[in-house]
């Protein structure tokens, strides 16, 4: 077993250099969560990309200390910043979806409601959008034109504008046609505080609707998987639902995306940076049929299929029922449910009561979820 | 859907409970063969509910724990070959070899590509035609008849650059060796519903009559576990040990001819290591004498392979339902799903992943802790 990524037994593949041949830093996992088997893993595997614990302890291990900063250290969907005495959101997110186009949207309406939102999770409504185009040569014209129309219409509907953009191209084969990052910056209205360690014992957990779709939408493309009736994408931007919520407390405790990780990810994420334990009742959890079918067939948990437009909220119990009516008279809040809350027992865990009165840990997902064998 | 939400009723869970609970006298040890059923118990907390006399002991019926680690090495060496394309299910992909899993060969250049079906992997042998293709066949009776179908069509289609690592194993000769073992406290089984609906129920009366054991057709929704339960313990308090269909909605006697003909004509019967048990007499199938330029430990000659099993994973005396999950000294500390010592902490089907996974004992809270707020 080696401690270090470099050098390690099969570390260098076709006798190429190694990192620290090239002047890389030599990277000590002795202190990671894990001794075991990607305890000599000097690579990088999809599962670091999934939103999961990997993708957690790559940041935690080696983009935060790389950048040091207190405000990255805050690990937010969107970072609060102070400019010139004006309280700003300011965030960032790379799209790398396939296919590029999938029912109920593509990747350029995806790159936009994807900031769009992690901006309105901290109670800003996104103003100005960058947008960096990453091409793969030799993909067809019109899909860059289709791309670039849907952003333009989604920035349209959510009310900001793309100022600054970026194009680069790679050769064929080093990518998938268009990749996309699109960064954002809004205002943070006076008064508001979103974050996770806000959250106390008794606050109301809301979800904005029905979970799962995005995430079965585009496996059901991708994969060429039928499950008898098409399920499309709920990508949408939040910063409208956000303002009717925020209209009736200005003092919600923390919202999040459950994008990647779905739910579960982010429940667990809140829970850990909170430092308060969360009960939910897995029977009002809503999951439309189709998606729940779905995830049968592949052996699935919907909590952990990622969502694209729908948020979950923490909210003073005290607010809670005009919140849940604010939510349900907004169009993307139509199906908004109270799902559980916070607890002052097993601070840091996630508990789901079972419909048949037995509980559950819900964990943080270690990478992709994996469709099982049979 | 609202077929499957009948299978999860909680009034008439309540109900079933009811009877077993006014039906048992003394105590019972049932195990229950499938891994999908051993997750259904944990995640919907059925053990937590039932009546102190009942214990579930968790049977082997996890088709990737199972797997051989020398098949599991024999697979990444082929999978690390520049010339192949390595498709698999899911859930094989995070299964540790002795030094690495598929993850990671992927990560160092490995085409390994997850499958949804056997004939997928068998489409992408057509499209590239200049590329061995190889599909991982392991599993219960429940994967066998898809994976003998395409080899036949592979055969009939003659593509030449398709070929199987197989691994079946086989539930019948594994009860017999449960039942054999000197330590064994299992007293009744629940059978997996989903080989039962291939292979039919006609192995079954000559295991229940020899071992004097009730075995009781069982399928995988809470309502079916609870049923199976429920007729196992009458059958137990009475002194009956005969076998019964608790799943006839998907289980005919006769079991599907159809299928059961398909791998007569594919495979032949073999001893088969099973992992952290051992060597089962006529317990697996392999590919057929006539199938065999089919057979990729044929075409790749990957014999001579040295396994490292590592010394601290108990996973054997799990599989076998000597002690539960929790009791082995690893579980939670070395052994964590990203730190997995044993399949049985990485398969989506494992009995200790599932522990894990909802079931963290000394933390979970009871259902009376985590009581109902919506």
Request: proline share 7%; with cysteine; glycine share 10%.
């Amino acid at each position: 077993m080696s401690d270090t990524i470099h050098p390690t037994p099969g570390g260098s593949t076709h006798g190429a250099p190694t990192p620290a041949d090239r002047g890389l830093p030599t990277v000590d996992i002795s202190g990671w969560t894990c001794p075991a088997p990607l305890r000599d893993q000097p690579r990088v595997v999809m599962g670091h990309g999934g939103g999961g614990a990997l993708s957690a302890e790559l940041v935690q291990q080696i983009f935060a200390p790389a950048f040091g900063g207190e405000i990255l250290a805050q690990l937010g969907d969107s970072a609060a910043v102070s400019l010139g005495g004006v309280r700003l959101a300011f965030s960032t997110d790379s799209y790398v979806v396939r296919p590029l186009f999938f029912p109920g949207g593509c990747i350029g309406d995806l790159a936009v409601n994807g900031t769009v939102n992690d901006l309105a999770m901290s109670g800003a409504r996104a103003a100005y959008l960058s947008c960096g185009f990453i091409l793969e040569e030799g993909v067809e014209m019109p899909v860059v034109a289709g791309v670039a129309d849907a952003m333009g219409a989604a920035a349209r509907a959510a009310g900001v504008e793309v100022a600054t953009g970026d194009t680069k191209v790679v050769e064929a084969g080093h990518g998938d046609g268009v990749y996309l990052n699109t960064a954002g910056i809004g205002l943070i209205p006076a008064g508001v505080d979103l974050r996770p360690q806000r959250v106390v014992p008794g606050d109301v957990v809301i979800v904005s609707g029905d979970i799962g779709l995005h995430g079965v939408a585009i496996m059901s493309v991708r994969e060429g998987l039928e499950f008898g009736v098409e399920i499309e994408s709920d990508c949408a931007a939040l910063g409208g639902l956000v303002d009717a919520m925020l209209a009736v407390s200005p003092d919600l405790h923390v919202l999040r995306d459950p994008t990647r990780g779905g739910l579960a990810a982010a429940l667990c994420e809140i829970a850990t940076a909170s430092c308060t334990g969360i009960v939910i009742q897995e029977r009002a959890i809503p999951v439309p049929p189709a998606v729940a079918n779905a995830c049968a067939i592949l052996g699935l948990d919907p909590m952990y299929v990622a969502n694209e437009g729908k948020l979950v909220a923490f909210v003073p119990r005290e607010h809670a029922d005009a919140v849940l009516d604010a939510m349900r008279a907004h169009p993307l809040g139509a199906g908004a449910a109270i799902i559980g809350e916070a607890v002052a027992t097993h601070p840091g865990m996630v508990v789901a009561a079972t419909p048949l009165g037995g509980t559950r840990v819900v964990d943080l997902p270690l990478g992709e979820q994996l469709p099982r064998i049979c | 859907m609202k077929y499957l939400d009948e299978f999860q009723n909680p009034e008439l869970a309540g109900r079933l409970l009811d009877e077993i609970r006014s039906t048992v006298t003394r105590p019972w040890a049932l195990m229950e063969v499938c891994g999908g059923q051993t997750h259904t118990i944990i995640r919907h907390g059925i053990d937590q509910l039932l009546p102190d006399e009942v214990e579930l002991i968790h049977g082997p019926g996890c088709p990737v724990c199972v797997t051989p680690l020398e098949v599991i090495d024999k697979a990444l060496e082929i999978a690390a070959r520049p010339d192949v394309i390595f498709c698999s299910f899911g859930d094989m992909l995070r299964v540790p070899g002795s030094d690495r899993d598929l993850f990671q060969v992927r990560s160092r250049g490995g085409d390994v590509r997850v499958v949804y079906s056997p004939l997928d992997a068998l489409k992408i042998a057509q499209q590239n035609p200049h590329r061995e293709v190889v599909f991982f066949g392991i599993g219960f009776e429940t994967t066998a008849p898809p994976n003998a179908m395409t080899v036949h069509q592979a055969r009939k289609l003659g593509i030449p650059n398709f070929s199987m690592l197989v691994s079946h194993v086989r539930v019948p000769p594994a009860i017999e060796a449960i039942m054999t073992a000197p330590d064994c406290r299992v007293q009744a089984f629940l059978a997996a519903g989903h080989v039962c609906s291939v292979m039919g129920m006609g192995e079954y009366p000559e295991l229940a009559d020899r071992f004097r054991v009730p075995i009781v057709v069982t399928g995988f929704e809470p309502l079916d576990i609870l049923e199976g339960i429920r007729r196992t313990v009458r059958q137990l308090e009475r002194g009956e040990h005969t076998v019964d269909n608790a799943y006839p909605r998907a289980v005919r006697s006769e079991g599907n001819p159809a299928a059961q003909a398909m791998l007569a004509d594919v495979f032949e019967v073999t001893d088969r290591a099973w992992r952290g048990i051992g060597t089962i007499p006529a317990s697996g199938w392999r590919l057929s004498e006539r199938y065999r330029e089919l057979d990729a430990e044929y075409r790749f000659s990957v014999d001579g392979i040295t396994t490292k099993e590592p010394a601290a994973c108990r996973s054997g005396e799990v599989l076998q339902g000597f002690i539960k999950p929790h009791e082995c000294e690893a579980f939670g500390t070395l052994c964590t799903p990203r730190t997995p010592l044993g399949a049985t902490m990485v398969s989506s089907e494992g009995a200790c992943a599932a522990y894990y996974l909802y079931r963290r004992l000394g933390t979970t809270p009871t259902p009376q802790e985590a009581s109902p707020v919506v």
